[in-house]
């Protein structure tokens, strides 16, 4: 059974900082590639951060050397920490396995709000 608890969010002004954890099961975290993906309103969800397992990590150019993914495997933990923030990161942000691009698990949690205004 999948279990992804994300926390950490809220609101935050424009370049300010928010640092996102997500809690997974058993041994999903060191065992798979992992993600941060976000959906805004009225848009589909984005893949945003991924890690494997070996800790090579990629980022979109829209959010590339503001986010960086990392993870703990002994707390089973995935952590996005995300800098000088802009309006449009304002989503709810997601964790979950990825293969490629894409989330690998059907199920996911609840996820984050995570809100960038002035």
């Known amino acids: 059974q999948v279990h992804l608890v994300e926390s950490g969010g809220g609101l935050v002004q424009p370049g300010g900082s928010l640092r996102l954890s997500c809690a997974a099961s058993?041994?999903?975290?060191?065992?798979?590639?992992m993600g941060w993906f976000r959906q805004a309103p009225g848009k589909q969800r984005e893949l945003v951060a991924s890690i494997t397992r070996d800790n090579n990590t990629k980022y979109p150019n829209t959010v590339k050397g503001r986010f960086t993914i990392s993870r703990d495997n002994a707390k089973n933990t995935v952590y996005l920490q995300m800098n000088s923030l802009k309006p449009e990161d304002t989503a709810v942000y997601y964790c979950n396995r990825v293969i490629g691009t894409s989330a690998a698990f059907e199920s996911w949690g609840q996820g984050t709000q995570v809100t960038v205004s002035s």
């Open positions: 058993g041994s999903i975290v060191r065992t798979y590639n």
